[in-house]
């Protein structure tokens, strides 16, 4: 191989090494993406050996000078039934496989750590609800699920952690989620997969994946002193959101507590659930969604709050829910264990006290 620039040889070698096609699995999910994967693939390779095969020998076999006269040859049912229905049986072995593994990626358990990341030109912005923020960097406990609320201030993003096996888009104006578990300590790469405009390729994050231990040591060094949920309380002060959602009889607007995940009547009579998407819609577009009961009194604050800062009132209106607090605190405490605790059995930790009516969803 002497004939091969040193330099382009290293690099060869390096790639290999550090295998640049298939990078590490380091999430729950990624073995089960890699062996779909690797199914698909075997089974195009012996596909494309069988059709090869084929069209070789048959060509060869019946080549002109062999037989000079062609003949014509009437169909099969026999033949066709078997070449439709065999492959219909791997295609939907393959459907299943995969729908199988579409529920496991997107249905997060009800207890995943929450963290938010918001895309912007050109670079990603994680806020923890501790209070972390950190810029083309997440850093993450192993071992405890953590789901990503996704949303882009400008065109779209593509949040991509290829360890992980996941990848979602960054809409603006749309919230979407992503979660993951990882599981080996280490440091991954992040990409922006979707191109946005000149430094796409620069939109490049780290992923810090660390034992629990390290990651809580990490939380609590770098916090910026308020939580998400303080500073939405703030916000919501600041921006005259309590004279009408006080909580108490006068209040002209509904009161927020216990709102998060609930069932929310409109006056057209039909439900929504009160998720993390229908509370910043109705802080940017509020005549939108009216609930029953309400006249649309409240102004619009679309243009006069950044997306982090919807973040921090979604935050706050997410934390007057005494089950969202509870699932966040159990977190907590599997983190403060140093073994991390088996879901549903961690809320005994120091950290979890029982909050009265408070009931695991
Ligand atoms: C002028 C009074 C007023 C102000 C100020 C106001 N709201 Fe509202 N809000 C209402 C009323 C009335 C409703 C119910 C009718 C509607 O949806 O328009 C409502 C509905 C809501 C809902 C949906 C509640 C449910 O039960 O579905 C949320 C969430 C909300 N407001 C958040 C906020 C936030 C956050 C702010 C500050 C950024 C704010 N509101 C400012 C009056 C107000
Ligand atoms: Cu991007």
């Not at 590490?24 to 089960?32: F, L, N, Q, R, V």
């Not at 770098?222 to 959101?241: D, I, K, Y």
């Not at 009579?269 to 940017?284: F, H, P, S, V």
Request: proline share 7%; charged share 15%; with cysteine.
């Amino acid at each position: 191989m002497s004939h091969i620039s040193p330099v382009l040889w290293q690099f060869l070698v390096n790639w290999l090494k550090h295998f640049a096609i298939f990078p590490p699995e380091a999430s729950t999910i990624a073995p089960y993406a890699d062996a779909l994967y690797f199914a698909l693939v075997g089974m195009t390779i012996v596909g494309m050996l069988l059709v090869g095969t084929m069209v070789t020998f048959f060509a060869i076999r019946y080549r002109k000078s062999n037989h000079p006269q062609a003949i014509q040859m009437e169909g099969s049912t026999l033949l066709e039934a078997t070449w439709t229905l065999i492959p219909l049986g791997i295609f939907l072995v393959f459907f299943v496989w995969g729908a199988i593994l579409y529920f496991r990626i997107f249905n997060p358990p009800a207890n995943s750590m929450q963290v938010y990341v918001v895309g912007k030109q050109w670079m990603w912005k994680a806020e923890h609800p501790g209070g972390q923020h950190e810029i083309n960097a997440l850093h993450i406990p192993v071992g405890i699920p953590v789901q990503v609320t996704l949303i882009s201030q400008d065109v779209f993003h593509s949040f991509s952690i290829p360890a992980f096996r996941v990848k979602r888009e960054a809409i603006p104006g749309r919230y979407t989620t992503v979660y993951f578990e990882a599981t080996t300590p280490g440091k991954y790469h992040l990409f922006c997969t979707q191109y946005c405009g000149t430094d796409h390729s620069a939109m490049i994050g780290w992923i810090y994946a660390m034992r629990p231990d390290d990651y809580r040591k990490w939380a609590a060094g770098n916090t910026s002193g308020a939580s998400l949920a303080q500073n939405g309380e703030r916000l919501f002060a600041v921006m005259g959101c309590n004279a009408c959602h006080a909580g108490n009889s006068q209040a002209r607007g509904p009161n927020l507590y216990g709102l998060y995940n609930s069932r929310i009547r409109m006056t057209d009579g039909t439900t929504m659930i009160a998720n993390d998407a229908y509370l910043r819609e109705k802080i940017l577009n509020p005549s939108l969604h009216v609930p029953a009961g309400y006249v649309p009194i409240m102004p619009t604050y679309q243009g006069q709050i950044s997306e982090e800062g919807l973040i921090d009132l979604v935050e706050y209106i997410k934390s007057l829910d005494s089950n969202y607090r509870l699932t966040q605190m159990m977190n907590k405490s599997e983190l403060n264990s140093a073994q991390p605790a088996p879901i549903g059995g961690a809320n005994q930790g120091p950290g979890a006290a029982p909050l009265p009516g408070a009931t695991k969803p």
